[in-house]
């Protein structure tokens, strides 16, 4: 937590003086950063950061579809209606035209 250097600091004495309802909006302010996530029996969250070098992704790849086209600018796999021109007979998507 960062501090303020340039605050005036609190005696022993003031900190007697804070009042009930400014200690319990405190706590409440502290309740409400606490980050709650929601995890399914079994899930562990991982932190950032963490090393992930022995996980292994899995995930079912689809082949391209017949509405579909590669741009031959950026390589990606969009929908028909995405498509901006032909240059040389390689198709172009929208963003890649701009």
Same mark, same amino acid.
Do not use: W
């Given at each position: 937590?960062a501090?303020d250097?340039?605050?005036? *600091?609190?005696?022993d004495?003031?900190l007697g003086?804070?009042s009930?309802q400014?200690?319990?909006a405190? *706590?409440?302010d502290?309740a409400a950063?606490?980050i ?5 029996? $079994? ?5 950032p950061g ?6 292994e992704l899995?995930? +079912?790849v689809?082949?391209r ?7 031959? *600018? !950026?390589f990606?796999?969009?929908h *028909?209606s995405q498509l901006?021109?032909e240059?040389? $007979?390689?198709?172009? !998507? +929208?963003? !890649?035209a701009?």
């Amino acid at each position: 937590m960062a501090t303020d250097y340039d605050s005036p *600091r609190k005696t022993d004495d003031d900190l007697g003086e804070d009042s009930l309802q400014e200690l319990q909006a405190r *706590r409440a302010d502290k309740a409400a950063s606490i980050i709650d996530e929601d995890l399914d029996a $079994g899930e562990v969250a991982e932190l950032p950061g963490a090393d992930l070098s022995n996980e292994e992704l899995t995930f +079912r790849v689809v082949p391209r579809q017949a509405d579909e086209f590669t741009c031959s *600018r !950026c390589f990606l796999v969009h929908h *028909r209606s995405q498509l901006a021109t032909e240059k040389n $007979g390689q198709p172009v !998507c +929208r963003e !890649c035209a701009a």
